[in-house]
């Protein structure tokens, strides 16, 4: 008959009851943070796919942030140009209007005033911020795209971010879009100041397609391939200058000539728009595939990594039964001669 000793018993009594005190210590720790995974080594398959899924969910989430900085930028950009398209608008209803022989001088002196306003409300979206960053200059946000003639100090860089794995998109238009039709970086001048430089001169010859870029604009006879010629540029604050000198000087046949410059402007502005709201389709397209990903990692994750929780208590209680039972047991097993002793 095999003989068992004290210490033998109380070894695997130490030992039953420190399995069940394990067994119900993970549970408790399941249960407090209902996750069926609470180390790497109970799970490492699934743990590592729920932390690739943890990586994604993070990174959608910045792209999410990314978009939505994207469509600040391109609503306050579509905006601008949408105000700017009214002012050329205006600029032509005017235009129309003081081109007909109706109106006297004083008349379009007092509309030329107007149109000046016109200019300042171009110059001002011109140089609209969001927060502290320029929308129209290029890259170097930081700097005034535009000075009160409106010449542009920006650049030609366009800000990109990305709104989805490997799917950039512009944010931004440059000034020279913008205002200018013309894709050299140009200064806007009114051309009228060259007339007034050369009236003067018995050898100038005139032209009235001022606002042309194709055309040389007012040249001094004889001065071609010379620094004495200039050429006009096409842009919009040249324009309202050009529309407001011929009003102030009582030309309607100067202002009927900007009428095909005004349409040109107002179609390009439309085609900008355009432009920008396709790239805004393609940014809400990309947030609304990273909304449903998002949704799709989180069911995906909880099925990996989440404790069901009927399952998981039922465990509790049913270990928790288990130790009250060991503890029970282990009394029979004790020294009932040093229990006594004890007691006294």
């Known amino acids: ?27 408790q720790l399941k249960g407090s943070t209902l996750k069926a995974i609470t180390r790497p080594s109970d799970n490492p398959v699934s743990n590592v796919e729920a932390m690739a899924l943890t990586s994604s969910t993070n990174d959608n989430l910045q792209y999410l942030k990314n978009a939505d900085f994207a469509l600040l930028n391109l609503s306050v950009s579509e905006k601008s140009v949408e105000e700017l398209t009214d002012i050329i608008v205006k600029a032509k209803e005017i235009a129309i209007a003081q081109s007909s022989d109706f109106f006297n001088a004083d008349v379009r002196k007092n509309v030329a005033n107007e149109v000046q306003q016109l200019y300042n409300q171009a110059l001002a979206i011109a140089n609209k911020k969001v927060g502290i960053k320029h929308i129209f200059s290029g890259t170097s946000t930081l700097t005034v795209p535009f000075d009160g003639n409106g010449n542009y100090k920006g650049d030609k860089g366009h800000i990109s971010l990305e709104v989805s794995r490997n799917f950039f998109v512009p944010i931004n238009l440059t000034g020279e879009e913008v205002f200018y039709n013309t894709t050299d970086t140009v200064k806007a001048e009114n051309p009228l100041e060259k007339f007034d430089q050369f009236k003067d001169a018995p050898s100038v010859k005139l032209n009235r397609d001022l606002a042309s870029v194709e055309s040389e604009g007012a040249k001094v006879e004889g001065a071609e391939g010379t620094e004495d010629g200039f050429k006009s540029r096409d842009n919009i604050f040249s324009q309202l200058q050009a529309l ?10 100067m202002i009927q000539g900007l009428l095909e410059k005004f349409d040109n402007t107002v179609s390009r502005l439309v085609t900008l728009r355009t432009r920008i709201g396709s790239i805004t389709n393609s940014v809400e397209s990309s947030k609304n595939n990273l909304s449903n990903e998002n949704i ?22 049913k270990q928790q039964a288990i130790l009250k039972t060991t503890y029970q047991a282990s009394q029979g097993l004790m020294n009932q001669s040093l229990m006594d002793f004890l007691r006294r």
Do not use: C, G, W
């Open 296 to 317: 799709e990692h989180a069911s995906r994750r909880s099925a990996l990594v989440d404790a069901d929780v009927t399952e998981l208590f039922s465990d509790i209680n």
């Open 244 to 253: 407001t000198s011929a009003l102030e000087n009582n030309d309607p046949q």
């Open 1 to 27: 008959m095999t003989r068992v000793s004290e210490n033998s018993s109380t070894a695997s009594l130490q030992y039953a009851l420190n399995k069940t005190k394990a067994k119900v210590e993970d549970l």
